[in-house]
């Protein structure tokens, strides 16, 4: 158990926040899996925004012989006016370890340094938010609520047993599986890239059909993703096939003890009046994932579209705290706290407007040709 106490940063002085080097990044998929770390403070996660103009920085706190920390900074911004985004972290590294001041008060003079204006955290442990919010100048605000997390999830607590695992769910989810496999599905694994690749449009279809955005990473990001995950087996994508025909597919990633489902997509016109193959193929990843050691399987948020199939699996609810901004520039902090209120509905309001004239065309792309919107300002809006 981790324990945090506001203590004088002194006694531990030897410790302190440094950025580790280019060549010892990607090892740190694996070291992160032996700890409760989110996939958002993964190398293989974070790296990919790079063709974004998002810049992740890795840093680890403490002395030369014992590291006890670890942070991903995403970074937004120009030199002197950055922003840093801590999702979901940063990461206690050692059990039963005792976290003093300077844990926060070094991650505060390193971002003041390398000139951030603020630092916004989330994570889902309110004792390290409470921690890192009394150790420093903050706010209890989202500070750049247009790139979040969200902050609602639905576990599934996996079982050794799968007869017992199933009993958990709805009926009509045990009964899904068994017309699914009378049906004669065909589940295909892997975590090749290139196959990757060939569901995408399938994603994409889904998405105009639904008329919600199908994800601000472009397929080049997802790719790079699936590649950098491979060496650790950290992300497979499932495939329902049905006479030779994909129905269905999903990507699965894990961290820690915890699978979870990212984007997946069904095509409905191969379907074709065949039971769905949706709760056949997240059991197929739920159990694959426990073998390697994944006791949750995290459906994401509840979400309007996909709530009713998710609540099949009778998941847990999960509600993270707020998110805590450690201030380090107050003035510069002040002018963009000014400008985002004055953003923030109208950047809300555009985004409902896209959505809901999507919904009424062909998607997103239809929309864009209609308004006569330059396709970068139309992504900038959503």
Known sequence: MTTFELTNASANSSNQWSEISAPGIDSWNQRLLDTDASYRQYPY???????????????????????AGYACVVTIGIPGFRIGLVQSGPVI????????????????????????VFLRFTNSD???????????????????????????????KQLQDDDKLLASF????????????????????????????????MF????????????????????????????????????????GQCIQSILV?????????????????????HVSPGCLIHWHAMRDFYRLGCEYYNLGAPGTILYQFKRK????????????????????YRLWSLARRTVSPWHSRIRRLVYKQARQSTGISALNNKMKIPSMVLRQLV
């Not at 590294?93 to 951030?116: H, I, P, R, S």
Request: charged share 25%.
């Open 45 to 67: 996660w974070n790296d990919p925004y790079r063709k974004q103009h998002f810049v992740p920085r890795y840093l680890v706190y403490g002395s030369e012989n014992h590291t």
């Open 93 to 116: 590294l050692a059990e039963n370890t005792k976290m003093d001041a300077g844990f926060v008060q070094g991650l505060v003079e390193w971002a003041k340094q390398c000139g951030y």
């Open 126 to 156: 309110h004792e390290l938010l409470d921690f890192i919010a009394s150790g420093a100048s903050s706010d209890q605000v989202d500070a750049f609520p247009f790139y979040g997390e969200p902050r609602q999830r639905l576990l599934v």
């Open 170 to 201: 709805q009926s009509i989810c045990r009964y899904e599986i068994r017309a699914a496999n009378r049906a004669g599905y065909e589940i295909r694994v892997t975590d090749s890239p290139e196959e990757f690749a060939k569901v995408w449009p």
């Open 204 to 243: 994409k279809a889904m998405a105009r059909r639904k008329g919600f955005r199908l994800s601000s990473r472009p397929l080049s990001g997802w790719i790079d993703l699936v590649r950098r995950a491979r060496p650790q087996q950290l992300a497979r994508l499932y495939s329902a096939y049905l006479n």
């Open 253 to 273: 990633i894990r961290y820690g003890k915890t699978a979870e489902y990212m984007i997946g997509a069904l095509n409905v016109e191969t379907l074709r009046g």
């Open 313 to 332: 699996f009778r998941p847990t609810l999960v509600v993270n705290p707020l998110p805590v901004t450690v201030v380090i520039r107050p003035n510069l």
